[in-house]
Each structure stands twice: as structure tokens, then as C-alpha cells.
């Protein structure tokens, strides 16, 4: 008979390996990097937990763990029989945040089979955690053995990341929201005070104090009718054990994802309704119109692999959860290229689409890469607005806890900075490594052990320094080459000096007159790709009106030694159509040359796209641009 087990991966033996890296280690000690203008939120150590955190404010150096678990479902080919185990997952937050949306920055802590973790509770695997959470807590910190010496660091837990079910697992809070008469981990919200109060000023917040007399409450309950009673009342199970690790504060440290909240959630339940109503009740357009338009879309380049499926009829269903037969990746990029869709076919100046539009900007805030301490007051304002709105054009439709959690983003945002920092997009990516890994393997028997011997095995390779003869060479694998090419061609004669002058002209870098200068049909820097072409658009910096300016990418230059040169043609910014979503641009009205710009310069690193809708172009947005840094 097989032993019950799951299986631990030391925490402090692991940071250990992590901080052998000099560039972790450096980032660790040089404490968090901070934002030159103080409105402007861009990291965990912009927002209040942090800031006012008991450690993290007075040690700069103290090590910020990130927590996160999730179930997976494994599928033995063999048998067909379908296996699902518990990852948990950790990762640093001192770690640069260009670097955390790499897969080789999340490290695995524990693994279970769920059906042992529902049966022995999630405490029973959070006790080596937490032990190891105390030593580390400590007034001393936790010696770490590092390049033949110690460094005394201390440590705790920034956050806990997940899912709405897995956050309330972890908090002991009700797990299923639905049979709970409290339904949220920030609030004592009840599911009428969901559908008549838009602002958190007016629900209850949960606090330390107020969370402690409630387990007292349902611990010293004499029977056990009372005991449940009080359990439900306060949408609270019990005690967690997460509650002893130092600093850690269930009622504050368990954020929303907003990729949960929006992508698995919000956009679709409310796409929905818009869709029947436009759909059955209007008859503006068939669903085979609609399919239609999103497969004959011309998406860019960087959007082809998130493509929107086909939607059914099943998935217009108000109680189908079927997300619209979309993943997460698919749902964002169909709420952003849908307005350019349906704009011919139905009338934008309505409160139906006023509702649709004015959802697609809190998205758009909501996943903003930085953002001003403003823009979150005037998200507060646009939350309101927007779920009075919604039911006011389909006043059958409940408010769900998911868009209640909406009420609480502004607040979160001022917590933890912004919420693209906390989403749990690149864990579950690290869940499409186990899978593929389980599929190697072939061996089910004890698939739990089996993935965590073979995924520590091959972190162990992967931070290996190879002929460091004078101990110089970098050990994480996160810190590989962050550039990749593809078909590139040497610059001569003319073509060669035309391109320097163009350089020389933006940025004075005096590189010598031998340096090669070579031509590239395409650059990956940091895994976002970029290609040449009038449809391909960056971010380049701001009009003296305050609107983003954009150009098309012509030309990639790299200069050996120096870097990689983006050659763009500047576009002008007509104005932001906040019923697309989007940024109407056209050519310059006044001849402006050429553009050369570093990629370190851009404002923000993604390539945008532009599609025509009528006789215009626009832009459409995933992410909120407009605050400068």
C-alpha cells in the first residue's frame, strides 16, 4: 500500500541556490529600485503593503516571497485516466520585474495530489512552509551559504497569488463563494449588498481584529449547528495556517488577479447579455456574422497565437461557464479587437454599448504596466459608473462576486501597484512545462514525486556555472542571452554611413567608425518580438497635446557593441475614440523623417497593431498608455 505523502522542496535551500546568482544577489542587497516620480506606481514597492510593511520598510534587503498554488489536471495516454495534482509555486519579488515574467524566475516549493491535499487540509502542507517562514522572519534572518561565505538576510511572505478559490483555500475563507453569505475576502459584502453598493467605502472591510474575533466565535462554539452558523455568516472555515507565519495578514496580502477577475470572468459573463441582447432580441447581426468577423479579422503578427475561437450557441448561455469557449490569452484579444468588429453593425451611441465600452477601460487600467496615483481615483469613479450602468441596461442580470471584486481593484492597486505585477498569467504558463513534463515522464504511478525529482534536477542543471575559471560567470539561467535574431545582413558603403548619421543624430554614443552595423528582419528582446512593417507600430513617447505617439517600425539596425536600433516612421495621433477603445492615427500631415529609438527608450515594450475600420486606423488598446513616467 502507498504511503499518503506530498513532496517539499526545502525553501531556504532553494533561496539559497537562487542568491549564488550574483545578479540575484546584487538585486537582493541593492534593495527595490525606486520610481523617480512618487505619483507613479510601477512595482510591489510602490504600493502601501509594502511601504508600511513592518519588514519590508526597514530592511531594503529583506527577501519578498510571492506565493501561488493551483490544481492541474494530467492525462495519462495509456489509460486515458486523468491524474490532478497541486503545484505550489514561490518566486522572488527583489528580482527585477522585467525578469519575474520569465518562467525560470517561478520555482516550485510543493507538489500533491489534490484528492491528499482536500484530505488532509492545505495547513498540512503549509507546515514545513511556515516553519521555514519563522526562521527566516527571524530577528537574525536565516544564514545563507553563498561564494564561500554568509550573508544574514531575513525574509516573508508579500503576497499569496491565485485564483478566487485557491486565495479564499489559503485564507480559510469560504472556498465556494455561492454558499457563502459573506462572498469576499476583503469585505463582509452579502450578495444584496453586491448588487446595490458599487464603492468600497460601503461595505465593511475585513481587518486583523474583526477576522480574529470571528474564529474565536466559530472556534468556542458550543455545538457544532453553531459552529457552522457563524462558519457561513462570516464566509470564514477556520483558522489558516498561513495566519503564523510572520508578517503575513490574511485580510491584506491576498490580492485579486485580475486575470481571473476579467479574462475567466468579468468580460465574458457581461459579453454575454450584450451579445443576446444584440443578437436574439435586436437581431442586429447572427452569430455566424459575428464568427465570421473574428475569424476574417487581420490580426498582427503578435496576435495570430491568441486568435478567438469559434463561439457556440452553448456559450451564449447566461449559465454556461464556458468562458465563451475562450482562454484567457483569446478572451483579452477578443475584447480588444471586438468594438473594431461590431462598430458597423451596431449603433455605438447607446447604453449598451456605453456599458461595453466603459468595461474595456477599466480593463485597460487595471492591466496598465505603471499608473498614476489620479488615474486609480478615477478608476474608483468608473467601477461606480459602470456596474450602475450595467444594471440599469440589463436590470434581470445579478451582480456576480466577480465584478463585486471590481469595487476593490483601486484600493489594491494603491496596495500593491499594478495589478499586472500580482496577475497569475506567467504561473499558470510554468503549469504548461509539468504538463509537458508528465508526458515525457510516461511513468503515472507516483506522478507527484516523479515531476518534482525531474523538475529539481533540471533547475539544478540550469544553474550550473560552466568553466568559471575565475568565479565571474553568471549561475541563474534567468540572466541568458535576452536577444534573439533572425536573418540579419552587414551594412556597407553608403547603407552603412546612412544608417550611422541616423543614429549619430538621435544618440551621440560616438561608437567607432569600424563598428559592423548589421540589417534585421526581426529582433526577440526579452520574448517580445519585433518585425518591420507599416501595420507594426511602437510606443515612442507622448505629442505635446499628451496623447501617445506611435510609429511603424521600418528598419532594425544592431551595432556591435552598442545595441539594437529601432528606425520608425512617426505617425499622428488623431484622438482617442473611447467607444472603440482605441487610438485613431494617420500619416503625418508634415513630412518628419525618420525616427531612431533604443528599445530601452520606449515607454512600453509590446507591438501594437493597427486595423481599419471605415476609412480610418486605429490602435486598439489592451493596456492603459496615457500616464507618463
Request: glycine residues 6%.
Amino acid at each position: 500500500m502507498t504511503e499518503d505523502a506530498f513532496y517539499y522542496i526545502p525553501l531556504l535551500r532553494s533561496l539559497e541556490i537562487q542568491l549564488r546568482s550574483k545578479s540575484i544577489l546584487t538585486m537582493v542587497l541593492n534593495g527595490p529600485d525606486t520610481f523617480q516620480n512618487e505619483n507613479v506606481l510601477s512595482d510591489f514597492c510602490d504600493g502601501t503593503i509594502f511601504q508600511n510593511h513592518e519588514l519590508f520598510s526597514n530592511d531594503p534587503a529583506a527577501l519578498q516571497i510571492l506565493l501561488y498554488f493551483d490544481d492541474i489536471n494530467l492525462s495519462n495516454p495509456l489509460t486515458n485516466k486523468v491524474h490532478k495534482i497541486t503545484l505550489f509555486y514561490y518566486q522572488l519579488g527583489n528580482i527585477r520585474k522585467e525578469y519575474r515574467s520569465k518562467l525560470d524566475s517561478i520555482h516550485l516549493f510543493a507538489v500533491c495530489k489534490t484528492s491528499y491535499m482536500r484530505f488532509y487540509g492545505l495547513n498540512s502542507i503549509l507546515k514545513p512552509l511556515v516553519k521555514e517562514l519563522k526562521s527566516l522572519g527571524s530577528n537574525r534572518g536565516y544564514p545563507f551559504r553563498v561564494f564561500d561565505g554568509h550573508v544574514q538576510l531575513r525574509g516573508a511572505v508579500l503576497a499569496l497569488l491565485a485564483d478566487t478559490p485557491a486565495s479564499h483555500l489559503a485564507g480559510a475563507f469560504k472556498e465556494k463563494v455561492g454558499g457563502a453569505r459573506k462572498k469576499c475576502r476583503h469585505c463582509m459584502a452579502s450578495f444584496q449588498t453586491m448588487n446595490e453598493c458599487f464603492t468600497e467605502e460601503e461595505f465593511t472591510l475585513r481587518n486583523e481584529l474583526d477576522h480574529e474575533e470571528q474564529l474565536k466565535l466559530i472556534e468556542n462554539a458550543p455545538t457544532k449547528f453553531l459552529k457552522e452558523y457563524c462558519s457561513m455568516l462570516f464566509g470564514v472555515n477556520g483558522r489558516s495556517k498561513l495566519e503564523e507565519a510572520p508578517y503575513f495578514n490574511v485580510c491584506q496580502q491576498l490580492p485579486q488577479d485580475v486575470m481571473h477577475v476579467f479574462l475567466e470572468g468579468v468580460i465574458s459573463y457581461e459579453l454575454k447579455y450584450l451579445l443576446n441582447f444584440y443578437i436574439k432580441e435586436k437581431g442586429y447581426f447572427t452569430l455566424a456574422d459575428l464568427n465570421n468577423g473574428i475569424q476574417s479579422f487581420p490580426y498582427g503578427y503578435s496576435h495570430v497565437k491568441d486568435k478567438p475561437c469559434v463561439i457556440k450557441d452553448s456559450d451564449l448561455d447566461r449559465q454556461s461557464s464556458s468562458n465563451l469557449g475562450q482562454g484567457a490569452a483569446r478572451m483579452w484579444l477578443l475584447a480588444q479587437v471586438l468594438p473594431l468588429i461590431l462598430s458597423s453593425l451596431v449603433d455605438t451611441d447607446t447604453e449598451h454599448w456605453a456599458c461595453f465600452a466603459s468595461l474595456l477601460e477599466i480593463v485597460a487600467i487595471s492591466f496598465s504596466n505603471t499608473i498614476c496615483q489620479e488615474t486609480i481615483l478615477y478608476l474608483k469613479i468608473a467601477v461606480k459608473e459602470h456596474l450602475a450602468l450595467f444594471k440599469r441596461v440589463f436590470p434581470d442580470a445579478p451582480i456576480i462576486p466577480k465584478q463585486h471584486f471590481l469595487v476593490h481593484l483601486p484600493s489594491q492597486l494603491f496596495k500593491f501597484g499594478p495589478l499586472i505585477r500580482s496577475w497569475c498569467m506567467r504561473f499558470e504558463g510554468k503549469h504548461a512545462y509539468f504538463k509537458d513534463l508528465s508526458k515525457k515522464i510516461k511513468n503515472f504511478k507516483n506522478i507527484a514525486l516523479s515531476l518534482a525529482l525531474k523538475h529539481q534536477k533540471i533547475e539544478c542543471a540550469q544553474n550550473m556555472a560552466v568553466d568559471d575559471v575565475d568565479g565571474s560567470a553568471e549561475s541563474s539561467s534567468l540572466f541568458g542571452s535576452d536577444v534573439i535574431f533572425g536573418k540579419t545582413k552587414s551594412l556597407q558603403g553608403n547603407d552603412k554611413e546612412s544608417a550611422r548619421r541616423a543614429i549619430d543624430r538621435f544618440h551621440q554614443l560616438d561608437f567607432p567608425a569600424a563598428a559592423e552595423i548589421l540589417l534585421c528582419n526581426s529582433v526577440t528582446l526579452k520574448g517580445t518580438k519585433y518585425t518591420p512593417g507599416t501595420n507594426n507600430l511602437l510606443h515612442i513617447g507622448y505629442d505635446p497635446f499628451g496623447l501617445p505617439e506611435f510609429g511603424s517600425l521600418v528598419k532594425i539596425w544592431f551595432v556591435l557593441d552598442v545595441g539594437v536600433f529601432f528606425v520608425t516612421k512617426v505617425m499622428e495621433s488623431v484622438a482617442f475614440r473611447q467607444e472603440l477603445n482605441a487610438m485613431e492615427i494617420e500619416d503625418a500631415s508634415l513630412p518628419q523623417g525618420l525616427h531612431v529609438v533604443r528599445p530601452d527608450d520606449l515607454p512600453f515594450f509590446q507591438v501594437h497593431h493597427c486595423y481599419k475600420s471605415g476609412e480610418k486606423m486605429y490602435i486598439p488598446f489592451r493596456q492603459y498608455i496615457f500616464d507618463h513616467q
